[in-house]
């Protein structure tokens, strides 16, 4: 488990809840952004990425 996975992680995670309520395509584009760097950090722990569909917290 690496720091900078982690760090990914909690960043892409925060990115995407703070987004993804929003109605704007900027706040969609962004919620994905954070969707993608959650899983880049994922992925670089060696854990499978969160396939989830957004807003159903799974």
Not at 11 to 19: P, W
Not at 32 to 41: C, I, V
Request: proline residues 7%; aromatic residues 2%.
């Amino acid at each position: 488990m690496s720091i900078e996975g982690k760090a990914k992680e909690a960043a892409g995670y925060v990115k995407e809840e703070l987004n993804e309520k929003g109605d704007s395509a900027e706040a969609k584009r962004k919620a994905q952004e954070g969707r993608d760097l959650r899983n880049e950090g994922r992925i670089e722990d060696g854990k499978p990425p969160k396939p989830g569909t957004p807003g159903t917290g799974n």
